[in-house]
Every structure is written in structure tokens, then in C-alpha cells.
């Protein structure tokens, strides 16, 4: 049960408070580690995916971890975002939609929460739901745009101490990465929709009254 996927998929857990804290402490230097150990979290999820397959090491409790993981480092990550982003909002706006609209970061948690409680009613009924095609792109879209906002953050952050302040580059830079954002997002939020639907879709079944 232990296998070297499942105590990645734990390390990757582990890793969740500390990307959550790091973005409040003040100045770039926290919020570029915080992106970094991120980025190694995000990989890491693609990573012990294939190991666990490539190793035939495909475990149920992998197939419950690895889910919940996923949901941890978005809770760890969107909530410090959107909070952040309101209190400083005139560090932090982004150009095209300035701060994560709170219906958007209610969608996003509201889809993780109800997708938990979903796989734990099927595992209820002796059905076990690996993460799908669609739900995996789905976290792979949300895990650039997390990562490109912390890198907005630190960018933001550096700008004066770096004299970035009037560089045509910077102001450039600002609104192509703000737009990338913005972009992703959008992107990110409608796969959260879809994928849902398309997993109640799929198993269908549990809810007839054969599987009851």
C-alpha cells in the first residue's frame, strides 16, 4: 500500500501549508519560493502518476490520494490568492479582471467539495473514481494559472526594488502575463464545469437502482 507513488502523493500534501503561507510574508523572495516548491508539487503530481503505472503500482488508496492532494494544494493556493489579491488590490491588480471574481473561487472549491463527496458515496458502493481525462486537464490548467498568478505576486513585489518600475519591458511583461492570467482562468473554470458533468455522466450508473 505504501508504494513510492502513494508517499509522493503524501509529500505533496505535506507541502500544501507551507505554499499557503509563504505568499503573505512580505517581499518577492517568499512568493518566488513559494512558485518554485509549487511548481515541484504540480510535477510531482503528473510524476508519480506514471510511476505508479509504469511500476504497476496502481493502488486504491493512490487512486483516493491523489484526488484529495489535488484539492489540497488548490484550497492552500486559491484561497491566499484571492485574499491577497482583495486586501492589496492596488499592488496586485491584474489587467482584464483585476481581482479572482469570488463567484469564480466559490466554483472552483464548490466542484472539489462536491467531487470528494461524490467519490466517497461510489467508494460507499464498492466503486472506486480515478481522476479522468478531463478532470486531470482540468487541474493541469488550474495549476498554471495558480502558479502564474504566485509568479504575478513576486513580480509585482520586485518591480520597485528591481527599478522596474518605468522599464518598457516591465510594463510589457505586465500585460502579457496579466492577460496569460486572465486567460487561464477562464479556461480553468469551464473545465471545472465540464469535467464535473462528464464524471456524474459517466457513472450514471450509480445512481440506478441496480447500484442502489
Not at 63 to 80: G, R, S
Not at 193 to 200: A, C, I, M, N, P
Amino acid at each position: 500500500m505504501w508504494t513510492l507513488p502513494n508517499i509522493i502523493t503524501l509529500v505533496r500534501i505535506c507541502f500544501t501549508p507551507v505554499i499557503a503561507l509563504l505568499p503573505f510574508i512580505e517581499g518577492y523572495w517568499p512568493k518566488l519560493i513559494a512558485f518554485f516548491i509549487f511548481l515541484a508539487a504540480a510535477i510531482s503530481d503528473v510524476y508519480d502518476g506514471h510511476l505508479a503505472r509504469t511500476r504497476n503500482e496502481v493502488t486504491d488508496l493512490g487512486k483516493l490520494l491523489d484526488p484529495i492532494a489535488d484539492k489540497l494544494l488548490l484550497f492552500a493556493t486559491l484561497i491566499p490568492i484571492y485574499w491577497i489579491s482583495r486586501q492589496r488590490h492596488d499592488l496586485y491588480d491584474i489587467p482584464i479582471w483585476g481581482s479572482i471574481p469570488l463567484w469564480v473561487c466559490l466554483l472552483l472549491i464548490g466542484r472539489e467539495v462536491a467531487m470528494t463527496a461524490f467519490r466517497w458515496w461510489a467508494s460507499r458502493r464498492g466503486v472506486v473514481i480515478p481522476a479522468g481525462g478531463a478532470g486531470k486537464l482540468k487541474t493541469t490548467i488550474q495549476n498554471v494559472f495558480i502558479g502564474a498568478v504566485i509568479l504575478w505576486f513576486a513580480f509585482r513585489d520586485a518591480r520597485k526594488p528591481m527599478g522596474w518600475e518605468h522599464s518598457r519591458f516591465a510594463d510589457y511583461w505586465n500585460q502579457f502575463h496579466g492577460g496569460f492570467v486572465a486567460v487561464t482562468l477562464a479556461v480553468a473554470t469551464l473545465l471545472t464545469v465540464y469535467s464535473f458533468v462528464l464524471y456524474l455522466y459517466r457513472n450514471r450508473a450509480l445512481f440506478s437502482q441496480r447500484a442502489r
